[in-house]
């Protein structure tokens, strides 16, 4: 099983960049994708989830409205859309997926199955 992030780097505040997961070795179409970000003396937090099909989608309020999350099934690939980024967005990201399992994604780390290694973000002032 792999998860390989790309995409992080450095952009300036109010900046966007795009983060990519790609998944393989396992059924990627029958986990909920998730992404989580930690920053340096934080817990990792959740960013947003998005459902087994792509017709669903949760996220952090830190995030509403600036961030989307979807998913090619197609191509094992989840992607996050970052826009308006602020310097508070500085971190690590994971991507995370999560078996299917009855109901919504659930959003607790201890709930994902296979994590990757993550990709740095850093926004600068």
């Known amino acids: 099983v792999q998860l390989v992030e790309s995409g992080g780097g450095l952009v300036q505040a109010g900046g966007y960049l795009r983060l990519s997961c790609a998944a393989s070795?396992?059924?990627?179409?029958?986990?909920?994708m998730g992404w989580f970000r930690e920053a340096p003396g934080k817990e990792r937090e959740l960013v947003g989830v998005?459902?087994?099909?792509?017709?669903?989608?949760f996220y952090a309020d830190s995030v509403k409205g600036r961030f989307t999350i979807s998913r090619y099934n197609a191509k094992n690939t989840v992607y996050v859309q970052m826009n308006s980024l602020k310097t508070e967005d500085t971190a690590v990201y994971y991507c995370?997926?999560?078996?299917?399992?009855?109901?919504?994604?659930?959003?607790?780390?201890?709930?994902?199955?296979?994590w990757g290694q993550g990709t740095q973000v850093t926004v600068s002032s």
């Open positions: 998005v459902s087994w099909s792509g017709g669903r989608t």
């Open positions: 995370a997926a999560q078996r299917y399992r009855p109901g919504n994604p659930t959003t607790k780390t201890g709930d994902y199955d296979y």
């Open positions: 070795g396992f059924t990627f179409s029958s986990y909920a």
